[in-house]
C-alpha cells in the first residue's frame, strides 16, 4: 500500500530483455572466430630471399602476442565498433625490466681441481645454484584500448581515414607511479614528472571529461579518495605541426608530434612519432559501418535502440499488471474496516470491522476493482519487433543456436541454406574490419618488432611454413634460435578470409572429397587425410 503523497514511479522498475546483448554476442562471436584462430597476424615473403625471414617473424610476433594479450585488446576494439560504431587501439612497444631466475655453476674446491688434474679423482658432474638476474624479461608490442566517449577526433576527418586529418587525441586515466617510471625508462621526451606530486586525490583528473564516464569509474570530481591515490588523467595528442613555427626545431616540413597533458596543467611529454608512426598516427581504428563521410558512424546496436525500447517497455507493461493484479486493487470503505489491518498483508490475514458493520454484509465493506489488460497483445508485438531486430541485425536463430519449432518439416538444404544465408550478412562486417583494423594491426606489429627488438628468443619450427624452416635448419630438433637481425627482410599481410571460415559450404566439401577420393588420379594429387 503507498503511503499518501508517494508516487508510483518511484517502486517501478524496467524489465530490461537482453535482445540486443544476444545480437552483439552472435556478431562478436563470428569476428572473433576469423580473428583469434592463431597465428593472429599472417604474414608472407615478397621475395625469395625474405621467405624464411618472413615464417620467422610470423613465429616471433605470436609467442609476443600471446604475452601483451593482444587479442583482448583486439576483442574490446571489435566490441566498441560494435556498440559504439567505432573502435581504437593504439599499439606501442613496451619494454620489461625485472628479474628472473638463473642457474650458475658453482665452481669445484681447489683440492677436487688439483686431484682431477693429476688424474688422482674422478671428474664429479657440475653443480649449480638458482640466483637472480635482472635484465628484460619481455618486449613487445601491447595494444592500449581507448573509450569511444573519450576521443578527440578531428570534426573534419571521416572515421575511416584519421591519418589524413590534423590531429587526434584523446583521454588516457594514469596514476603518478605509472608517469614516474615511465620517464625513467624512456627518457628524452618525457619530463615534469616529479612536478605531479602535489596533485592529490581528483585533481589529477581532467575537466574536458568530467560527466562522460562516470557510470564506468563510478569515480565523481567530488567524491572523497585519500591521499595515497594518485589518480591522474593525461590527454594524449598527436598532431601535424611544422617545427620552425612551433619553436620546436628548424625544420620547414610538417611531422608529426606526441604532447601528453596531465591533469590539464602539466605538459610531460612531446617528442617526434618514431618509426613506424612518423608517417601515420598511432591509432588503429576499425568502423565496419562507416559511409565514408562521417566523422562519427552510427553503430549496428544503436540502429535497433528504438525497437529495443518498445521491447523493453511491452514487457514492463505486462509485469506491472501482473504485478497489480496479484497485489490488489482494492475499493474499501473506511468506516466499516480498519485501514490499519489492510497495510499489513501476509498469511493469515485478518481485517476486523467497524461496530457499524458487525452483522451486515461484508461485501459491501471492500471490493476488489476489476481491470482489464491489454498487454498480452504488447508481449506478442515485443516478439514480432525481436524477430525484426534479429533480421535488420543480420543474426538470424540458426546463428544464435536456436532452432525454432514450425509446423512443417524444415528441408536440409533449406535449413543450410538459411544459417549460410545469416552467415554470408556477416562477411562484410569481417572483411571491413579485417581491412581497416587487422590488417594495419599485423603491419605496425611486424614493423615495430623488427625495429625495436634487441633480444633473441626461441620458436617452434611446427607451424606454418615447417617444411620449409626444417629444409633451412635441418629436420632434428623442434626449436630454432632468432636474432633480432634475422628479421630485417620485407614482408607483406595475408588478408583474413572470412569466407572460407565462416560460410563454406560442409556437405558441398564432402562430396568433393568423396569424388576425389574415387578416382585414383585425384587421389594421387590431394592429400585427403590432412
Known amino acids: 500500500v503507498l503511503e499518501t503523497g508517494q508516487s508510483i514511479q518511484k517502486v517501478q522498475k524496467v524489465l530490461i530483455i537482453p535482445a540486443l546483448f544476444a545480437l552483439l ?122 573509450d569511444p566517449y573519450l576521443v578527440l577526433a578531428d570534426p573534419n576527418t571521416p572515421i575511416d581515414r584519421l591519418n589524413a586529418g590534423e590531429s587526434i587525441g584523446w583521454l588516457r586515466p594514469d596514476n603518478l607511479s605509472n608517469k614516474l617510471e615511465m620517464e625513467r625508462q624512456y627518457g628524452v621526451g618525457y619530463f615534469n614528472a616529479q612536478y605531479l606530486s602535489h596533485l592529490t586525490g581528483n585533481y589529477g ?32 595528442y598527436q598532431i601535424r605541426i611544422i617545427p620552425s613555427e612551433w619553436g620546436l626545431g628548424s625544420s620547414n616540413s610538417p611531422q608529426r608530434w606526441r604532447f601528453c597533458l596531465t591533469g590539464d596543467t602539466i605538459i610531460t611529454a612531446a617528442h617526434p612519432l618514431e618509426y613506424p608512426f612518423d608517417t601515420d598516427f598511432q591509432v588503429i581504428c576499425c568502423a565496419p559501418e562507416y559511409d565514408g563521410h562521417s566523422a562519427v558512424p552510427i553503430s549496428r546496436l544503436e540502429i535497433n535502440y528504438g525497437t529495443a525500447d518498445f521491447v523493453n517497455f511491452s514487457f514492463s507493461a505486462n509485469k506491472m499488471y501482473h504485478e497489480r493484479s496479484l497485489n490488489g486493487a482494492l475499493i474499501y470503505d473506511p468506516s466499516m474496516i480498519w485501514e490499519q489491518d489492510m497495510k499489513q498483508p501476509g498469511p493469515g490475514l485478518r481485517i476486523r470491522l467497524k461496530r457499524r458493520a458487525w452483522g451486515g454484509d461484508v461485501n459491501r465493506a471492500m471490493m476488489q476493482l476489476r481491470t482489464e ?158
Open 205 to 236: 583528473r581532467s575537466c574536458i571529461f568530467a560527466d562522460e564516464r562516470n557510470d564506468k569509474s563510478q569515480v565523481i570530481k567530488d567524491s572523497q579518495i585519500v591521499d595515497i591515490s594518485r589518480p591522474m588523467d593525461d590527454i594524449e
Open 373 to 530: 489488460s491489454g498487454t498480452p497483445q504488447l508481449v506478442s508485438d515485443a516478439l514480432t519487433a525481436i524477430g525484426l531486430m534479429e533480421k535488420f541485425y543480420g543474426a538470424s536463430e540458426s546463428s544464435q543456436g536456436v532452432i525454432r519449432s514450425r509446423g512443417e518439416r524444415v528441408s536440409a538444404k533449406e535449413a543450410g541454406d538459411a544459417s549460410l544465408g545469416g552467415l554470408r550478412r556477416t562477411d562484410r562486417v569481417v572483411k571491413i574490419a579485417s581491412t581497416q583494423a587487422l590488417f594495419d594491426l599485423a603491419e605496425k606489429t611486424a614493423l615495430m618488432t623488427q625495429w625495436n627488438m634487441s633480444e633473441g628468443t626461441f620458436v617452434d619450427l611446427t607451424g606454418r611454413g615447417e617444411q620449409l624452416l626444417r629444409a633451412e635448419y635441418g629436420d632434428e630438433g623442434g626449436q630454432v634460435y632468432v636474432k633480432p637481425e634475422d628479421l630485417a627482410v620485407r614482408t607483406d599481410v595475408e588478408p583474413y578470409d572470412a569466407t572460407s571460415i565462416l560460410t563454406e559450404n560442409p556437405q558441398a566439401i564432402t562430396q568433393f572429397l568423396q569424388l576425389a577420393a574415387s578416382q585414383p588420379e585425384l587421389m594421387q594429387k590431394l592429400d585427403i587425410t590432412r
Open 25 to 146: 554476442d552472435v556478431m562478436l562471436s563470428n569476428l572473433l572466430l576469423t580473428f583469434a584462430e592463431e597465428p593472429i597476424y599472417r604474414y608472407r615473403w615478397t621475395g625469395e630471399e625474405d621467405m624464411i625471414g618472413a615464417i620467422l617473424l610470423e613465429r616471433v610476433v605470436s609467442i609476443k602476442n600471446r604475452k601483451s594479450k593482444a587479442i583482448l585488446a583486439i576483442h574490446t576494439m571489435l566490441r566498441d565498433a560494435l556498440v559504439y560504431g567505432f573502435g581504437l587501439v593504439v599499439p606501442t612497444w613496451r619494454i620489461t625490466r625485472g628479474k628472473y631466475v638463473a642457474k650458475e655453476a658453482v665452481p669445484a674446491g681447489t683440492l677436487q681441481g688439483m686431484l682431477e688434474s693429476l688424474g688422482l679423482a674422478q671428474p664429479k658432474p657440475p653443480e649449480y645454484k638458482k640466483i637472480l638476474k635482472s635484465g628484460i624479461t619481455n618486449e613487445a608490442v601491447y595494444l592500449e584500448n581507448v
